[in-house]
């Protein structure tokens, strides 16, 4: 049988994927690489992919696409039944528009430079988040392997996707957070964690298992995806010209210095609305759904390929 499983999404940065797959296939073949590989076909059929592959002994698995392939990927492994998530060795290469999950490893951005390094790459284990949140009247689950927001940041997500529009780079992204910031409205969330519990008109709630999302910001600057913690960031009520003048703090890691922002360490994070208010939420950069939401962690979850 061969080695790897590949699992491309040929829609991938734009349909990047379909019209380089020649060039991929034909540096594997001259790599020696011995694999067999499938095209997903729609939204979540990279998850069902990887169950297949499980189900027929594959346990190293490469991905091809961006962020959201990469989620699904990662879900797809949490979630199989035939083997624990630790037996599976994966790695992803980049084809997307954000890559914000592979700058946490210095992944090149390049997928030639990187598929040239694998060979000399060292595997790794990475931690892995769990949230339960609500959609369609019901508790749902979801895994995500970099960061999940709330409250703002899910309302953006939510924006776009209902949109239709597709964020072909980090500028994009910014101006949607722009755009989007005079039709919000904060709500009141009760967080709790460590014992503690915080109430108050939230911004936006982050927490990271990595450090960067939305095209290279760090709104988990003090994420360590395997110290067996969630980086929580609160941003409580900041007036709005202060969301724009402060958005160098959005790439550069200094969050944390502003007065209405906090960033904690913890191991679980329950999100709940207060009165009629409504936090949303996502995970990766995907819309899933609302509070009341658990966040939990599955340390060395994830055995991964990266830079050596």
């Known amino acids: 049988?061969?080695?790897?499983?590949?699992?491309?999404?040929?829609?991938?940065?734009s349909g990047m994927v379909r019209r380089i797959w020649p060039d991929i296939e034909k540096k594997l073949q001259e790599m020696g690489w011995e694999y067999t590989h499938r095209f997903t076909e729609g939204q979540g059929h990279a998850s069902a992919l990887v169950h297949e592959a499980a189900e027929a002994g594959y346990r190293q698995i490469l991905a091809i696409g961006g962020d959201g392939t990469n989620h699904e990927v990662v879900n797809g492994i949490m979630t199989q039944q035939s083997a624990p998530s630790t037996d599976f060795l994966y790695t992803l290469l980049p084809v997307g528009t954000g890559n914000d999950w592979i700058k946490?490893?210095?992944?090149?951005?390049?997928w030639r430079k990187w598929l040239e390094k694998i060979p000399q790459a060292v595997a790794r284990w990475q931690d892995v988040g769990k949230?339960?949140?609500?959609?369609?009247g019901q508790t749902h689950e979801r895994f995500f392997t970099n960061v999940a927001g709330l409250s703002y940041d899910a309302f953006v997500v939510e924006a776009i996707?209902?949109?239709?529009?597709?964020?072909?780079?980090?500028?994009?992204y910014l101006w949607w957070i722009i755009k989007c910031l005079f039709q919000f409205k904060l709500p009141r969330a009760r967080i709790e964690f460590n014992g503690e519990v915080v109430e108050d008109l939230c911004y936006t709630i982050n927490i990271g298992i990595c450090k960067y999302s939305g095209g290279g910001m760090q709104f988990a600057p003090h994420?360590?995806?395997?110290?067996?913690?969630?980086?929580l960031t609160i941003a409580r009520k900041v007036p709005r010209w202060q969301v724009i003048t402060n958005t160098p703090r959005f790439y550069s890691g200094t969050l944390d210095r502003h007065p209405q922002i906090t960033i904690h360490q913890t191991?679980?994070?329950?999100?709940?609305?207060?009165?009629?208010?409504?936090?949303?939420?996502?995970?990766?950069?995907?819309?899933?759904?609302k509070t009341p939401a658990v966040f939990t962690i599955i340390k060395k979850a994830l055995n991964i390929l990266v830079p050596g």
């Open 1 to 13: 049988m061969p080695t790897w499983f590949i699992i491309a999404n040929p829609a991938a940065g």
């Open 104 to 110: 946490m490893y210095g992944i090149p951005n390049n």
């Open 131 to 136: 949230v339960n949140y609500q959609a369609a």
């Open 161 to 172: 996707e209902s949109n239709k529009h597709k964020v072909t780079n980090r500028f994009l």
């Open 223 to 231: 994420a360590v995806p395997d110290d067996g913690l969630l980086a």
């Open 267 to 289: 191991e679980k994070v329950t999100v709940n609305s207060v009165g009629n208010d409504t936090v949303l939420v996502e995970a990766d950069g995907e819309f899933l759904g």
